[in-house]
């Protein structure tokens, strides 16, 4: 029985570290928005592939640089992702839109995002 036993161990660990090591390949992706531009209090929550990835905290003029303050900046992996920006206001009725679109993300690249409020119609 333990040579048996032994040897199903053996077998387990010669196909584990067998096994291809492949890391995921990713890329950054950073969102931003002038939403201080609107007379209407919103909130701007992104989505990318149907999940939530944050809520933008604070507007910005433009992207001069990743990961700057004021972006959602987050590490994807390589390849085309569908990104949808939700605008709500705090509470009751207000500046409600959804902007949808696709971004293709590199390896070891940023792609930015700017959504300029100035050219939204509620």
């Known amino acids: 029985m333990k040579k048996i036993t032994w040897l199903l161990l053996s077998t387990l660990l010669i196909i584990l570290l067998s096994c291809d090591k492949t890391e995921t390949k990713t890329g950054t992706l950073s969102i931003g928005a002038n939403y201080g531009v609107i007379n209407c209090p919103v ?10 990835i944050g809520t933008l905290e604070s507007p910005v003029e433009d992207i001069s640089d990743c990961g700057q303050p004021g972006n959602l900046t987050k590490d994807l992996s390589i390849g085309q992702h569908n990104y949808k920006v939700e605008i709500r206001p705090p509470s009751g009725v207000g500046c409600t839109k959804d902007l949808t679109g696709q971004v293709q993300v590199d390896e070891n690249e940023c792609k930015t995002i700017f959504i300029d409020f100035h050219t939204i119609v509620f």
């Open 43 to 52: 909130i701007v929550t992104i989505y990318v592939d149907n999940i939530n």
